[in-house]
Nanobody
Framework: QVHLTESGGGSVQAGGSLRLSCAASGNVNIVRCMAWFRQSPGKVREGVAGVNLGGGATFYADSVKGRFTLSRDSLKETIYLQMDSLNTEDTGMYFC???????????????????WGQGTQVTVSS
């Protein structure tokens, strides 16, 4: 079983930055891809970015390309989402997720992920 703990959410004005962290624990050796999803009010949960823990390949939704950067610290079993040039459309609950035994090949999709964090709120004001 894999446990995920997120941190780093908060409130920021448009144009600002935030960094989210997600620490994995438990049976991490079976995890192949970790990702961030977000859910905005009235919208379905969408994949934001994913990273393969082996080769380090990253995948981003078009809406965040050039603004968000996903990185990983293998020693700490932690991934980070650096979010720059935030806008009000980025507001939502951000969830970390882990996919056992399956590498990501494109923008993450919910069905591929079995372990989820509790979520951290990001609010961007204009």
């Amino acid at each position: 079983q894999v446990h995920l703990t997120e941190s780093g959410g908060g409130s920021v004005q448009a144009g600002g930055s935030l960094r989210l962290s997600c620490a994995a624990s438990g049976n991490v050796n079976i995890v192949r891809c970790m990702a961030w999803f977000r859910q905005s009010p009235g919208k379905v949960r969408e994949g934001v970015a994913g990273v393969n823990l082996g080769g380090g390949a990253t995948f981003y939704a078009d809406s965040v390309k050039g603004r968000f950067t996903l990185s990983r610290d293998s020693l700490k079993e932690t991934i980070y989402l650096q979010m720059d040039s935030l806008n009000t459309e980025d507001t939502g609950m951000y969830f970390c997720a882990a996919a056992p035994w399956k590498y990501c090949t494109d923008v993450p999709e919910q069905d591929d992920f079995e372990a989820w964090g509790q979520g951290t709120q990001v609010t961007v004001s204009s």
